[in-house]
């Protein structure tokens, strides 16, 4: 593992992040299995040191956009369960009052700027939020999570194309887990990832995406480089979705293994990664972090039985927020 | 009161909002030492610089989608969409991204964003850059449309836009960039969703858009030797549309003909045409009658260009059938 030189405490949060992650998916993937979830979801299983290696080293004014796998990034922005599960299963007291639900939520107080449903749509959005904090002259920066598909947008290299001639702040981060969809990656991306924002001009890192002291090392450098007015930068994460394309991809092997996927599971898992070197290195005992897996569990037990029995927004929200005032 | 063109008066409308607001900015091709195609924009760059009036590369999509993310973040951007036609590129960004935001996040994330572009045939511009497809973003639950007809329109709406906490979307009709209308030197604004009568009649109503409202009083002045008496209004943004303004024109005229350059089938014409049957049905003489650009992509001979767009003359014909009570076989 990568050192860094932040804290116990900052080691502790990551750690207690990436368990939330997961303890979330496994109870978005359990709602939807028991047909209690309307319509379907994205796990970010398997990614968490991803999403958390780069929000932790975000402030609440920084912000990001997010995709369709995009619970890890709402949680590790700072969101809450309880508004979380209520957005999965459309009630009123969601971060977007059920509307959005999976695929489109949001959380402005923590600068999320929003899950996407279409592939790399939010590039746009990224790049705009980053040329707004340069016109307008302030400092914070704007991540773009999108995964190894959406390399394949021609908006990617538009976009990059602007934020490099103009040095915005923003940091374009390629979550590459192998798989666009249901087809390997290597089927749909030719020649290397980085390589095209290199040939912008944009300076390309790629770190291993299961290493989340390496992710979040790498993360500030460049964030902290941003608000000197030297981005953008592009990171290539690599890392590893444990679930299939969505919820109902369940039979999967027609395009990858299970040996594949045990040997991920087994092998490269963040949390247990992270695990195991938290307690060699004396910052956690294994009962002080069961403690705080238990205790994330039973905060997850608690949001999807408060989101189950939370209210539906009134029909008459139906037509609200079609038009700001 | 002094006459300016259409042009100026958007010059005006933006120069003034951006000396008022400072998050307001103006991207695109060619906006800024070029000042766009038409020169719209001449002088802006002069005085605010290129960091707030900033040119793009062609990449119309990426540029729409940097406006949605400025404006969901603080900012008020203008995006010059070169032509109306390139509106097919932006789609995504225009109609899932920033149409969709505020709804989907349950009212805690807004776009206030302007999108002027132009439309309008005649120009001898051929298939790809003389469409008028105002329908196409009025249909999008989210976006509002502005139509200037003038001017003075021009200036009123585009400052509304600019102040709008919404994605706008203003059609300008390239051919009245050097037209002249009285506007006044001091401030105004013209609320959306506010129709402009713009002459009374009694026999028929013309409800027109843009250009088309030049078209529909040529045709009015025709028949009014004819001692056939037309209502002309101009509903100035399509959406919000001042259904009641038209309403009670047509009840008091029981006719009424919707005239608008876009192509005709699934058109406005035809939504306005058909607010009008379930709501004045009864006060009807005739059947409200669509008039939009023919259905064929727009040829680039003048000899075909000329007959797929509505003229005074057609619609004076129209008019003429309408009010002898005589049936049209309508497109």
Known sequence: MAKTKTNTEDYLRMYRQMVRIRTFEDNANQLYLSAQMPGLTHMYSGEEAVAVGICEALTDNDRITSTHRGHGHCVAKGANFKEMFCELLGKEEGYCRGKGGSMHIADQSHGNLGANAIVGGSMGIATGSALRAKLLGQNDVTVCFFGDGATAQGLLYEVMNMAALWDLPVIYACENNGYSEYTKTEEIAAGSITARAEAFGIEAFKVDGQDVLAVNELTQTLVARCRKGEGPFFIELETYRYHGHHVGDINREYYRSKDEEKDWKENRDPIVRFRGWLVDQGIATEDEIEAMNAEIEADATQAVAYAEAAKYPDVSEVDMHVYAD | ?331
């Open chain 2, 1 to 331: 009161m002094r006459e300016i063109t259409l042009s100026q008066a958007v010059n005006e409308a933006i120069a003034e909002e951006m000396r008022r607001d400072p998050t307001v900015f103006i991207m695109g091709e060619d906006v800024a030492e070029a000042g766009t195609p038409f020169k719209v924009l001449s002088g802006l760059v002069e005085e605010f610089g290129t960091a707030r009036v900033i040119d793009t590369p062609i990449s119309e999509p990426g540029f729409v989608g940097l406006a949605v993310g400025a404006a969901m973040t603080g900012a008020r951007p203008i995006v010059d969409l070169m032509f109306g036609d390139f509106i097919y590129l932006v789609m995504d960004q225009l109609c899932n991204q920033a149409a969709k935001q505020h709804y989907m996040s349950g009212g805690k994330l807004s776009v206030p964003m302007v999108l002027r572009t132009n439309m309008g045939a005649t120009r001898r511009s051929a298939a790809q850059h003389s469409q008028s497809l105002q329908a196409l973003v009025a249909h999008i639950p989210g976006l509002k449309v502005a139509m200037p007809s003038s001017a003075y329109e021009a200036k009123g709406l585009m400052k509304t836009a600019i102040r709008d906490n919404n994605p706008v979307v203003i059609f300008e009709d390239k051919l009245m960039y050097q037209d002249k209308a009285p506007v006044p030197e001091e401030e105004y604004l013209i609320p959306f969703g506010v129709a402009n009568i713009k002459r009374t009649g009694t026999d028929i109503t013309f409800i027109a858009t843009s250009s088309m409202v030049q078209v529909a009083e040529k045709a009015a002045d025709i028949l009014a030797k004819e001692g056939i008496s037309a209502e002309v209004i101009d509903p100035r943004t399509i959406v919000p549309l001042d259904e009641a303004t038209l309403i009670e024109s047509v009840r008091k005229t029981s006719r009424a003909i919707v005239i608008d350059e876009g192509h005709q089938s699934y058109g406005v014409t035809a939504e306005i045409a058909s607010r009008l049957n379930e709501k004045a049905f009864y006060h009807l003489d005739a059947p409200v009658l669509r008039m939009g650009a023919m259905d064929v992509p727009v040829p680039f001979s003048p000899a075909l260009e000329d007959v797929t767009v509505p003229t005074p003359e057609t619609v004076a014909a129209n008019a003429r059938r309408l009010c002898a009570g005589e049936m049209i076989d309508a497109a």
